[in-house]
């Protein structure tokens, strides 16, 4: 039914094709880094084994033309899922989506400039004072594993990164970073932290 429909109606094959897309929503929906699971995806994906066979063999049983454009179309469509699937394993499932649009989404790492509130402040953690450079250094390497971490631009001279929680509590990157592995509530007040 669907071959005979599929056949009179160009590119519903590539529609077909879009066999990966409800794992791809789902990684979305869950966020974090998805497991890979290959050998399942190519069990998903072996039924356009068919159609690639009818689109591309030009004496196939149905005696129908082969559409070679209509056939790269699904080979890429099939591609661009696993693609996007592989990202999502090693980037986070909502790679695509801008931060700003995820709900909850806190930015933690603030620049503020040295001399200023709440640079003077202590960090609750290691009880040094924020502005100290160590901070900085130690933080960058810190960083670089963790996941939907913001991104670090080099602050200049006279200004410092610091993480700031929305309940507006100021840490060292490196101290806030370490404790929310472990953690999800603020060393000070214990209220709630949203995920990085
Ligand atoms: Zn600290
Ligand atoms: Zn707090």
Same mark, same amino acid.
């Given at each position: 039914m ?7 109606? @160009?590119? /519903? ?8 897309? +409800? ?6 929906s869950?966020g ?9 995806? $190519?069990?998903?994906?072996?039924n356009? %084994? &068919? !159609?690639? &066979?009818?689109l591309?063999?030009s004496?196939n !049983? &149905?005696? =129908?033309? +082969? @559409?070679? /454009?209509?056939l790269?179309? =699904?080979?890429?469509v ?5 693609? =996007? ?8 499932g909502?790679?695509?989506? +801008?931060?700003?649009?995820?709900p909850?989404?806190?930015?933690? %790492?603030?620049t503020v ?7 003077? *402040? ?5 009880? *040094? @004072?924020?502005?100290?450079?160590h901070?900085?250094?130690s $933080?960058v ?5 963790? *996941?939907?971490?913001?991104i670090?631009t080099?602050? $200049?001279?006279?200004? %410092?990164?610091v993480?700031?929680t +929305?309940c507006?509590?100021y840490?060292? =990157? ?6 929310? *592995?472990?953690k999800?509530?603020? #060393?000070?007040?214990r209220?709630?932290? #949203?995920?990085?």
């Amino acid at each position: 039914m669907l071959l005979l429909f599929a056949f009179d109606h @160009r590119f /519903t094959f590539v529609v077909n094709s879009l066999w990966l897309l +409800p794992q791809i929503v789902q990684n979305a929906s869950i966020g974090g880094r998805s497991k890979l699971y290959p050998w399942f995806n $190519a069990v998903i994906c072996f039924n356009q %084994i &068919y !159609i690639v &066979y009818l689109l591309g063999c030009s004496e196939n !049983i &149905y005696q =129908v033309e +082969p @559409r070679y /454009t209509e056939l790269m179309a =699904v080979l890429a469509v099939l591609l661009f899922q696993w693609v =996007v699937l592989y990202l999502q394993s090693t980037q986070g499932g909502r790679f695509f989506v +801008p931060n700003q649009l995820i709900p909850g989404y806190h930015k933690y %790492i603030v620049t503020v400039k040295r001399g200023t509130t709440p640079s003077m *402040e202590l960090c609750s953690i290691c009880l *040094e @004072r924020l502005q100290d450079h160590h901070s900085l250094s130690s $933080a960058v390497g810190n960083l670089t594993d963790l *996941e939907n971490s913001d991104i670090i631009t080099a602050p $200049a001279e006279d200004s %410092i990164q610091v993480m700031v929680t +929305p309940c507006k509590h100021y840490f060292h =990157v490196h101290c806030l970073s370490s404790w929310m *592995e472990i953690k999800d509530y603020c #060393p000070v007040d214990r209220s709630k932290l #949203p995920p990085r």
